[in-house]
Nanobody, 113 residues
Framework: VQLVESGGGLVQPGGSVRLSCAAF????????MSWYRQAPGKEREFVAS????????KYADFGKGRFTISRDNAKNMVYLQMNSLKPEDTAVYFC???????WGQGTQVTVSS
């Protein structure tokens, strides 16, 4: 069972980035998936979740209107599109099965000019 995130990097303020998470070793389409993030010196926090069928997306307040979570069950992938990025969005972003049952290794997103 494994989750592998990709797509992070250095982004300018106001820019966009799309994170991807590939799932291996479990019946992906049966599980809610979520994204979390952890900034330096801070606790890991919820970013967004999406139901097993791709409906009912939920977002943390800081992501509403800027972030979009989606999934492709045929490809065992979940995505996080992040727009209008701010320096305070700088963090390691983690993909998770359900709400923290299984974690990926994370991908760094740095928002800086």
């Amino acid at each position: 069972v494994q989750l592998v995130e990709s797509g992070g990097g250095l982004v300018q303020p106001g820019g966009s980035v799309r994170l991807s998470c590939a799932a291996f070793g479990f019946t992906f389409s049966a599980y809610l998936m979520s994204w979390y993030r952890q900034a330096p010196g801070k606790e890991r926090e919820f970013v967004a979740s999406i139901s097993s069928t791709g409906g009912r997306p939920k977002y943390a307040d800081f992501g509403k209107g800027r972030f979009t979570i989606s999934r492709d069950n045929a490809k065992n992938m979940v995505y996080l599109q992040m727009n209008s990025l701010k320096p305070e969005d700088t963090a390691v972003y983690f993909c998770s099965q359900n709400f923290g049952i299984i974690w990926g290794q994370g991908t760094q997103v740095t928002v800086s000019s």
